[in-house]
């Protein structure tokens, strides 16, 4: 877990004070980890880094040298941009054709970026991976209220105190809290047992083989009986329009589609999230990304990304 803080202003090997460009700009990991798990997307992340550091260098220079921790300045602004963002992010789901997955994450050494241009991805940029990055873990995060969220993951992730979130949030620290407090009960709630990482592998890679072979009674074996599929094209992609619910039915609707693949898709075993997926390649690019979510050697959870929008960061091992 990332721990709390930031640079403070001037913090250099030999004690000396000097609020340079680096001492600001070393903060700039820590923003882009907050802002993608508050809002499940790379690009908006880099978008309230931008932004963050636009209002830094909107100060003068008696403002920012009254500043003693640039790094703890930077965060609550980035705290206070992504909960706005939060806010307006529910009323633009509303408009969202299906279902909105957070945005997968590759191994950190296989992103390229999404901006244009090209070219990889700056090391700055890329998010750290741990249990808080997992795809079951942010939709949880989803779910919650964007004051719960933001509560939350400043506190559990970052370990900043709640009298400091309150400054974020626009509550008391008691209620940041109680906010807090809420949000870990539904986290307790959803959370699996840990599945060691070679026993999720053996699971996907199963999954696979049954799947490439279109064998249903395999992949019945592989699923929960009361497993759910989601997918998410965003209306860029074609999808199932509603989540496949149960394991009967994702496997004869995973069957089905090895059928409309096969000869043009390969499936890929990668890292996504930080645990054992599977990519779809086809003509040369990758078309789908899944998730998953086991739990006593089966799979409970399924997440399908097509959206193209939603897959700038992949490419080809």
């Not at 001492?23 to 790379?42: A, C, H, P």
């Not at 400091?164 to 986290?187: H, K």
Request: aromatic fraction near 6%.
């Amino acid at each position: 877990m990332t721990t709390r803080g930031g640079t403070t202003r001037g913090e250099r090997g030999d004690g000396q004070r000097d609020p340079d460009l680096g001492v600001i700009m070393s903060e700039r990991r820590r923003l882009i980890n907050l802002g993608y798990r508050l809002l499940g997307s790379v690009a908006d992340a880099e978008d309230v880094v931008q932004e963050t550091y636009a209002r830094w260098y909107a100060l003068s220079a008696r403002e920012q040298q009254a500043i003693e921790s640039p790094g703890a300045w930077l965060m609550t602004v980035a705290g206070r941009i992504c909960l706005n963002l939060l806010g307006s992010a529910r009323a633009r789901r509303e408009t969202y054709v299906g279902d909105w997955i957070p945005e997968p994450l590759p191994e950190p050494t296989e992103w390229i970026t999404g901006r244009s241009g090209g070219g990889g991805i700056d090391p700055a940029d890329r998010v750290t991976f741990d249990e808080s990055v997992t795809m079951a873990f942010l939709v949880v995060l989803d779910a919650m209220t964007p004051a719960e969220r933001v509560a939350f993951v400043l506190h559990d992730v970052f370990r900043y105190p709640f009298g400091e979130i309150a400054g974020v949030v626009g509550r008391s620290p008691a209620a940041c809290r109680q906010l807090a407090s809420s949000a870990r009960r539904r986290v307790r709630t959803a959370r699996t047992p840990a599945v060691p990482g070679a026993g999720q592998a053996d699971v996907v890679t199963r999954f696979r083989i049954a799947w490439e072979a279109a064998d249903i009674e395999a992949l019945v074996g592989l699923l929960d009986p009361d497993a759910t599929a989601t997918a998410d094209g965003g209306g860029l992609a074609v999808t199932h329009p509603r989540p496949l619910v149960g394991g009967e039915r994702i496997a004869h609707g995973y069957a089905e589609i090895a059928g409309l693949w096969a000869g043009r898709t390969a499936l890929l075993e990668c890292t996504v999230n930080g645990l054992p997926g599977l990519v779809a390649r086809q003509d040369g690019s990758i078309a789908t990304v899944f998730s998953f979510e086991i739990a006593g050697g089966r799979i409970r959870r399924i997440w399908a990304v097509r959206n193209p929008e939603k897959l700038r960061s992949w490419r080809i091992g």
